[in-house]
């Protein structure tokens, strides 16, 4: 795609988001033959609309209109290329627990949870995070509310329940997590939740808008910094097994994967399927739907591509399909 396209994309998608900053910025990148051609001299893999807006704020291009912005980037092309070269943008968003618990409220515990492509690992704390949604569909529109109801963070969800009879008479009505007994998190590229410098990428990565999602990652942050999780750096496929046979042996092992297999090449994706069969693990993962074939398969016809971004699915077959971020699930027929 051309380079152009994919900021006219971005800037769509940052309308979405609510970042209209965003949106201005990206437009005005894309019809701009010098700012183009300044990108187009870092290396391919380093010239994704979020991670040049990202690093251009981090190196302190002000928050104002395009024209300000295009002024900073040809002022600073050297420091641009350098800094673009040896970074990724960093994204963790608890958000996506909100249909990860759902799933994870149909096991029975005690559990060891690995998740793979863990970021900083604040998805691996559920069970002290709060959760509120709102239920509505098959005759019904109430609430919900589950997990650690005194926390600091709390994890906003809308449920479609649909119109067919809900899998289980309570789910998702009543949500008891199970207990989780061992945690761990696999990453290329983990975050340490105590280095400040780590966690400030971490929220510039995020787009400037709506302040409510920097406060949930500070807040997810204070609480994984009170016990930092166990992270490994390691990649999905080639570290999975070793980090697995740490996990307690009297444990249900249970592995998530969220937003993470875009990540992987097509084969690696299917290698890591297979990793994740041969250990026998549970395996819960809110990926886009269109990446794992079991889950594309029970999908069904009709469901707005807006709806159904991302699936959430257990063991490969899809409970729901949802937003990328994970704030809107519809449920599937069981
Ligand atoms: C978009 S983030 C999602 C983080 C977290 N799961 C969440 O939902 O907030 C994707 C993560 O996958 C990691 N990652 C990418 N490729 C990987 C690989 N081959 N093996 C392990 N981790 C990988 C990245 O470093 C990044 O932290």
């Known amino acids: 795609m051309l380079l152009a396209d994919r900021f006219r994309g971005h800037a769509d998608a940052s309308a979405r988001e609510q970042s209209p900053l965003y949106a201005e910025w990206s437009l005005g990148i894309a019809g701009d033959l010098d700012v183009l051609a300044l990108i187009e001299r870092a290396p391919e893999a380093r010239r ?3 991670l040049v807006l990202a690093v251009s ?4 291009a002000p928050l104002a209109p395009w024209p300000r912005l295009r002024e900073w980037m040809l002022a600073h092309p050297d420091a ?4 673009l070269a040896r970074r990724t943008t960093q994204v963790n968003d608890v958000r996506r627990l909100g249909p990860v618990s759902l799933a994870l409220a149909r096991l029975e515990g005690p559990v060891a949870l690995l998740e793979v492509g ?11 995070y709060a959760f509120r949604a709102d239920l509505r569909g098959a005759g019904r529109d109430e609430q919900a509310r589950w997990g650690a109801a005194d926390s600091d963070v709390v994890v906003e969800l809308d449920v479609d329940l649909g119109d067919s009879p809900l899998p289980h008479d309570e789910w998702p009505r009543r949500v ?6 061992w945690r761990a998190g696999l990453d290329l590229d983990p975050v340490d939740v105590t280095d400040p410098a780590a966690v400030s990428w971490l929220e510039t990565s995020l787009p400037p808008g709506p302040s409510e999602r920097v406060d ?10 009170s016990a930092p999780p166990r992270l490994v750096r390691g990649d999905a496929v080639d570290g999975l097994a070793a980090l697995a046979a ?3 042996s009297d444990a249900r092992l249970v592995l998530v994967s969220t937003g993470t297999l875009v990540y992987l090449p097509g084969r690696r994706r299917q290698a890591f399927v297979d990793a994740v069969r041969a250990l026998g693990a549970t395996w819960v993962s809110y990926e886009r739907r269109d990446l794992l074939h079991d889950v594309v398969a029970e999908v069904p016809e009709g469901v707005a591509p807006g709806d159904g971004f991302a699936a959430l699915a257990l063991d490969g077959r899809a409970l729901a399909v949802g937003d990328a971020h994970g704030t809107r699930v519809r449920l599937l027929p069981s």
Do not use: H, K, M, Y
């Open 48 to 50: 994704q609309p979020a």
């Open 57 to 60: 704020r981090w190196l302190g």
């Open 80 to 83: 641009l290329l350098a800094e």
């Open 118 to 128: 863990a970021s900083a690992g604040l998805c691996l704390f559920p069970d002290r």
């Open 176 to 181: 008891v997590l199970p207990e989780i007994v």
């Open 216 to 225: 949930l990652l500070r807040r997810a942050v204070a609480i994984a910094r």
């Open 246 to 248: 740490t996990a307690p």
